[in-house]
């Protein structure tokens, strides 16, 4: 019988006074009782809007179905028909805006909680399943793939699926790109990625960690090697900055460096061996995903007072709203309107021995308005004269986007890249280079992760229509 409430089930989660001190993760899951409940307020629609909003083009309404009638397993079988990653979609992937955007629940109410119950029959499964996949009959080719990010890490498992030999190379010493380095534990647990990691790998996936292309091999290097094509994933790693004075003080951070920092090299942790700013006052400058994940690491890194400071207003910010919702419950405080112009230091010419010369001491801003449409169809913020004011602070970081690296397409002879750095790619994810393809942020600069397994779905699908003629 349908379940014809207008509201999702909620989701459990920590309490904000409890998660803003540690780094264990928020959401807690649907149980099953949760999540057939949920299932039941989907319609079925024949249609299928849900599934045209989906940049991997899951069978939403199948899986759906599934967990309906209590055949979970059933359920993840259909997601990984379409995707590699379930259980990171299932918490990082911005459904609001995607498949639920399409929901024809929304219409009178809230949509169906696709984002939740993928969630669920990711983690049912990776609790239960007891069986390895089934690794598909060799058909004799190889592939090499640059980065194991989401983008990557889809190619690799889409083109594994359908028999190729395929080697993933990844610069750091462990797989998972932006989704290891860049996402906060307690929004997605690194075991969570490691799981995903390991099931590609049993699908026949090699990853070789600790290789940078454009230095330890080049692409040219590995069509010497055998490979037939190569798919590049290497992600926007370049961090951007605003060019006002005092971005070179100690305590001014890119939001890459920051989460790096604690995500990776677990800064966090008592003993860790890598230095980081905690606690006293912290401006995180933007207000996008990354830079929630900046904000609410500073708080938990020990933090007394965080601040968000965004150019635009509460109803601009480009933020997924429950990252917002979380940031407010758990005392970030929004400082809206606003823009820097100077990161003040300290100074000390009578003792240039004192500790704190160079380092962090405020921000100087400047209030802002929205004035007409920019070419993005966003209100643009303009200065308002007089109103400068100084924020007192220890630590800043700078979350205003990235840009892809530049080193794969200076040692690559032939690869085109656009004025931002992003490489050039047709609408198959195939480069100005014969056999060399490309998806992700390393094409669009800073994005979603499943607009990146979308590119990497698109440009695997390419390949193996270029190596089967």
Same mark, same amino acid.
């Given at each position: ?10 989701? #459990? =989660?920590?309490? +904000? !006074?409890? %998660?803003?001190?540690? /780094? ?6 649907? *149980? &099953? ?27 939403? #309404? =199948?899986?759906? +179905? !599934?967990? %309906?009638?209590?055949? /979970? ?6 997601? *990984? &028909? ?388």
């Amino acid at each position: 019988m349908p379940n014809m409430s207008l509201k999702r089930n909620p989701m #459990p =989660a920590q309490d +904000a !006074k409890v %998660r803003s001190r540690n /780094f264990d993760e928020v959401a807690l899951g649907y *149980t &099953e009782e949760m999540a057939i409940d949920e299932a039941a307020r989907c319609l079925g629609c024949k249609t299928m809007p849900c599934v045209d909003g989906c940049p991997v083009k899951i069978h939403i #309404p =199948a899986f759906i +179905a !599934k967990i %309906r009638e209590g055949d /979970f397993e059933g359920a993840y079988q259909i997601i *990984t &028909e379409s995707s590699s990653l379930p259980a990171v979609c299932g918490r990082v992937c911005p459904q609001e805006t995607q498949c639920e955007a399409r929901c024809v629940r929304g219409i009178k109410g809230e949509s169906v909680g696709i984002g939740r119950l993928e969630r669920f029959v990711a983690d049912y499964h990776n609790t239960f399943a007891t069986l390895p996949p089934v690794k598909p009959t060799p058909n004799g080719h190889k592939v090499a793939v640059v980065g194991a990010g989401p983008s990557g890490l889809t190619c690799a498992g889409d083109l594994a699926k359908r028999g190729y030999a395929v080697t993933v190379y990844e610069a750091l010493h462990v797989a998972g790109g932006v989704l290891v380095y860049g996402i906060p534990e307690f929004r997605l647990p690194k075991r969570i990625v490691a799981k995903e990691v390991e099931t590609l790998e049993a699908l026949g996936v090699k990853i070789e960690t600790n290789v940078v292309i454009g230095k330890t091999l080049t692409v040219d290097e590995l069509f010497d090697m055998g490979f037939e094509a190569v798919f590049i994933g290497s992600g926007a790693g370049l961090p951007s900055f605003m060019g006002i004075p005092g971005e070179s003080l100690k305590g001014v951070y890119s939001a890459n460096e920051f989460l790096t920092r604690s995500n990776l090299m677990k800064a966090y942790r008592t003993d860790a061996q890598t230095p980081i700013m905690k606690g006293g006052r912290v401006a995180v400058v933007g207000g996008g995903n990354v830079a929630m994940d900046a904000a609410r690491t500073a708080l938990r890194l020990g933090a007394e007072k965080v601040y968000i400071v965004y150019r635009r207003s509460l109803d601009e910010l480009p933020a997924r709203r429950e990252e917002v919702e979380h940031a407010m419950e758990e005392g970030i405080e929004f400082c809206l309107l606003s823009n820097p112009v100077e990161i003040l230091g300290f100074e000390n010419p009578d003792d240039p021995r004192d500790a704190r010369c160079g380092s962090v001491r405020g921000m100087r801003c400047v209030k802002m308005e929205l004035g007409e449409p920019d070419a993005k169809g966003r209100r643009r913020p303009i200065a308002i004269e007089g109103s400068e004011f100084e924020m007192e602070l220890n630590t800043v970081v700078m979350s205003i986007g990235t840009s892809p690296n530049p080193l794969i397409k200076s040692t690559t002879e032939g690869l085109e890249t656009n004025e931002r750095g992003g490489i050039i790619v047709n609408e198959a994810g195939l480069t100005t280079r014969h056999a060399v393809y490309a998806g992700g942020d390393a094409v669009t600069g800073a994005a979603t992760v499943i607009s990146a397994m979308g590119a990497g779905k698109t440009a695997a699908r390419a390949i193996d229509e270029y190596l089967s003629k």
